[in-house]
């Protein structure tokens, strides 16, 4: 069996989507040079002297932790607000396209717990009408405080916690209408 060489460099390309459906795509990732959207960016990742994760882009530095990593999902912590996101190949986010075509659509989205803690503040009511990316409500978790967003737009059907409650990862929090 032949081998046959590309005629140009392939890049290993990824997706970075977010929960509202907002995509970045970034080449080059194990090289000193980072491309997102097809511009190149400066960012360095390094480990400052507290042993701490630092992401330094255009002169400002972010602290930075991964929170939860399952399969290609993740939340990352960064200066103590919490971001999620799935990281996916060309061809894993074409096939989930795809596949969403197909997929039945719930008319109630529940909002749930990314970790356990504590609920600080509700930051909407029942029957509020709430825009994708939305903060609903602050959940206190390892002494940071996250706010937690709404998925849909729609209106918000019911709210299961109140501020105090402790709550587990994967807890129901609220309910929203679409």
Request: hydrophobic content about 35%.
């Amino acid at each position: 069996m032949k081998l046959l060489k590309p005629k140009k460099k392939i890049e290993p390309e990824y997706f970075a989507v977010t929960p509202g459906g907002k995509k970045y795509l970034i080449r080059n990732v194990f090289s000193e040079e980072l491309k997102i959207n097809g511009q190149n960016e400066d960012v360095k990742i390094f480990e400052d002297e507290e042993g701490f994760t630092v992401i330094e882009y255009k002169n400002k530095k972010y602290l930075a932790e991964i929170i939860e990593k399952n399969q290609n999902n993740y939340t990352v912590q960064l200066n103590g607000l919490s971001y999620h996101f799935t990281i996916e190949s060309p061809i894993s986010y074409k096939r989930r396209k795809y596949l969403e075509k197909f997929k039945h659509t719930n008319k109630i989205e529940t909002v749930t717990a990314p970790m356990p803690g504590k609920i600080v503040e509700l930051l909407v009511e029942e029957k509020a009408s709430v825009k994708e990316g939305e903060a609903v409500l602050i959940l206190e978790a390892m002494k940071m405080q996250n706010e937690i967003i709404a998925m849909v737009t729609g209106k918000v059907r019911g709210i299961l916690v109140k501020p105090g409650d402790s709550v587990a990862k994967d807890d129901i929090l609220m309910e929203i209408e679409r």
